[in-house]
């Protein structure tokens, strides 16, 4: 180890995270720029930090796991690929990743995690960070976010089995519904209205964790 330490480490990880990235397929510069500049070894366990560049989802407590880069990179090129969104619901922000990414790209983000502790976690890091246009919630993010809503984007990190329809209900009409949806099978896809009511497109197909009703502490 160089007396830089993990500082030195990351800088070269990070650069090779985003050749990866480009590699994959996410084309937008100012998705590759924030997961950049964005420090992932901050929102994961320090005895995990040095694989916090990897491209792979990593343990993050309480059985659930911070969302692979590649996968953060592509639902964020989504979120903004129609123009910067003012307004973002996400539900299951887990360690608060995903949040700290899409913050400098968009207006307002109201953030939901049912898991208390994951909660607090995040809250401190996105104090921390200085994120100032999130404000983070402690609910089941199944009911929404009425009061704040509607929203342009509502992006989630935990797959229901279909599509929520209160999630729709608080959509703008040009709003669109970034989200995993199945059980054993999932499939990343966007929701759009249309006068014949949701229409689903199909991005790619995807492993996340179930999303659960309540909370837990
Ligand atoms: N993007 C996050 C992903 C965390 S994993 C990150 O990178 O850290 C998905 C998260 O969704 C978990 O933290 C889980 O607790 C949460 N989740 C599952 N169902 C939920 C629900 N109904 N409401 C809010 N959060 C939920």
Request: hydrophobic share 40%.
């Amino acid at each position: 180890m160089d007396r830089h330490g993990i500082g030195m480490t990351s800088q070269r990880t990070r650069e090779r995270l985003i050749q990866r990235l480009m590699e994959q397929g996410i084309t937008d510069y100012s998705v590759l720029e924030t997961i950049r500049s964005t420090p992932r070894h901050l929102f994961v366990d320090e005895a995990l930090a040095h694989r916090a560049y990897e491209d792979t989802a990593l343990p993050i407590g309480w059985n659930q796991t911070i969302s692979q880069p590649y996968i953060v990179a592509r639902m964020t090129e989504l979120a903004i690929a129609e123009g910067k969104p003012e307004k973002v619901l996400e539900i299951g922000s887990g360690s608060g990743y995903q949040t700290a990414v899409l913050s400098p790209l968009v207006g307002e983000i109201y953030a939901i995690e049912r898991i208390k502790g994951l909660f607090d976690r995040s809250r401190q890091r996105v104090r921390n960070l200085r994120l100032r246009n999130v404000q983070l919630r402690h609910a089941d993010g199944l009911g929404g976010w009425a009061d704040k809503g509607p929203f342009d984007v509502i992006l989630c990190a935990a797959a229901p089995e279909h599509v929520p329809d209160i999630l729709m209900q608080q959509l703008t009409p040009n709003g669109r519904l970034i989200m995993p949806v199945g059980g054993r099978q999932q499939e990343l896809v966007v929701v759009t209205h249309s006068s014949e009511g949701p229409e689903v497109l199909s991005i790619e197909p995807v492993k996340f964790v179930p999303m659960l009703a309540g909370t837990e502490r």
